[in-house]
């Protein structure tokens, strides 16, 4: 079971760092994904990392701001939110795709097998 927390308040320009967590499965086995839903808009793909060789992908939206990465010794996968903006309010989720490797574009634009409940994230001042 997938768990995504970390969310919180946060002021634009700020930072956040979402973890992925699951009980029950190894994620190292797992290409991990990020995806967000803003309240009236559709699901959108932002961030993910592939089960071999940990290749990373980002959406335009967040390129440059938000990091994906793995902890092999503490079974998580991590989000790091920097440079903040009002337009990032969302609830975020990970996903998962067992011995996944497919490219970002095929992830954010179908999804990944496994959800997990999501966190909510708020930029306001």
């Known amino acids: 079971q997938l768990q995504a927390f970390g969310g919180g308040l946060a002021q634009p320009g700020g930072s956040l760092r979402l973890s992925c967590a699951a009980s029950g499965a190894t994620l190292d086995y797992y290409a991990i994904g990020w995806f967000r839903q803003a309240p009236g808009k559709e699901r959108e793909g932002i961030s993910c990392?592939?089960?071999?060789?940990?290749?990373?992908y980002y959406a335009d939206s967040v390129k440059g701001r938000f990091t994906i990465s793995r902890d092999s010794a503490k079974n998580t996968v991590y989000l790091q939110m920097n440079s903040l903006k009002p337009e990032d309010t969302a609830v975020y989720y990970c996903a998962a795709d067992l011995f996944g490797n497919y490219s970002g574009s095929y992830y954010f634009a179908y999804g990944m097998d496994y959800w997990g409940k999501g966190t909510l994230v708020t930029v306001s001042s």
């Open positions: 990392i592939t089960y071999i060789g940990d290749r990373t």
